[in-house]
């Protein structure tokens, strides 16, 4: 009498062949169809991770001191310029500088206000199963931002500091030396969150590429 063979694949049995395993994404299509159990309703969050959680939380305080430093930089002093007349004493002129004279300067601080709000939002869904791709895509995004904020800014600051003497442009940070050096401060923080971002980036892309079987 001919002994009864089972599936192989499906209950253990028939030629030694081994148990579907439903852990293994790669058994999901060597499976003859069978489908992958549904979580659990109480399954726990992901884990966090601490670098990753101390770069987000200098990107987040980077963009703000950048941000508050560039939105409030101001400064008012005085130019002598000279008078038609040869004897006559020079005048002083009251002149300001202020951030919302330059579009690179407002853009800087538009950009970096966004990506404090989108750091802020990110932290708080950090245990979030269902927000890492949305996040990472975020990641992207506003380093691009910063990225770009930095360079309209710092192209903007050296033609304050260097002036451009093919077009006649004289340079006014011998006269307005604070306000550029605060601002110059407020890019260079900015640049180092903007590079933050993209290890923060880099090390989310990684972190999904181990957790995945496929490869």
């Not at 001191?65 to 040869?86: C, H």
């Not at 989108?118 to 949305?134: E, G, I, T």
Request: proline share 5%.
């Amino acid at each position: 009498m001919e002994s009864s063979r089972g599936k192989p694949g499906l209950n253990g049995s028939g030629g030694g062949a081994a148990a579907f395993d439903y852990s293994s994404r790669r058994g999901y299509y060597t499976g003859a169809g069978a489908a992958l159990p549904p979580l659990a309703a109480g399954s726990r969050a992901p884990p966090v991770d601490p670098c990753c959680v101390a770069l987000r939380v200098f990107v987040l305080l980077g963009t703000l001191a950048s941000a508050v430093v560039m939105a409030a930089d101001r400064q008012s002093t005085t130019v002598q310029i000279a008078a038609g007349e040869e004897l006559a004493p020079p005048l002083r002129v009251p002149v300001t500088a202020k951030w919302t004279y330059s579009s690179a300067f407002v853009y800087f601080v538009v950009a970096n206000a966004m990506v404090f709000a989108f750091s802020a939002a990110a932290l708080a869904a950090v245990r979030r199963r269902s927000a890492v791709v949305p996040v990472m895509v975020g990641d992207l995004v506003a380093m691009a931002l910063l990225f770009s904020a930095v360079g309209a800014a710092a192209q903007f600051g050296l033609l304050g500091e260097r002036g451009n003497a093919h077009v006649r442009w004289a340079k006014v940070c011998d006269v307005y030396g604070p306000f550029c050096e605060r601002a110059m401060a407020a890019v260079v923080v900015s640049l180092i969150a903007a590079f933050a971002d993209l290890v923060l980036l880099m090390l989310t892309i990684l972190t999904i590429h181990k957790a995945s079987s496929y490869y």
